[in-house]
């Protein structure tokens, strides 16, 4: 069964920076896009990246220019590098797989991680 086990997640104080990486089971990993959300508590899950099986990006616009998404099908692993970090970016973050990258909604994940803590001190 295709599992997705994110880590990296912690608390950084506001400026700093994070890498979060989400570890896939399976052998079509690369068939796939991969996206990153987060729900912040009291809030609905919103998408923050998301990166095709050919490497099209798409990124939430309030993280643009802070947060990079890349993928290494050879190792399974799709990163999220969070620089620059606010406060509002407190939040779980979850790795999830896709139909596609058209959009970073999360109306065609087929799967999700459990997710992974991050905390972000004024």
């Known amino acids: 069964q295709v599992q997705l086990v994110e880590s990296g997640g912690g608390l950084v104080q506001a400026g700093g920076s994070l890498r979060l990486s989400c570890a896939a089971s399976g052998r079509t990993f690369s068939s796939y896009a991969l996206g990153w959300f987060r729900q912040a508590p009291g809030k609905e899950r919103e998408g923050v990246s998301c990166i095709s099986r050919f490497g099209i990006i798409n990124y939430a616009d309030s993280v643009k220019g802070r947060f990079t998404i890349s993928r290494d099908n050879a190792k399974n692993t799709v990163y999220l590098q969070m620089n620059s970090l606010k406060p509002e970016d407190t939040a779980v973050y979850y790795c999830?797989?896709?139909?596609?990258?058209?959009?970073?909604?999360?109306?065609?994940?087929?799967?999700w991680g459990n997710g992974t803590l991050v905390t972000i001190s004024s």
């Open positions: 999830a797989r896709k139909a596609s990258c058209s959009t970073i909604a999360s109306s065609d994940v087929n799967l």
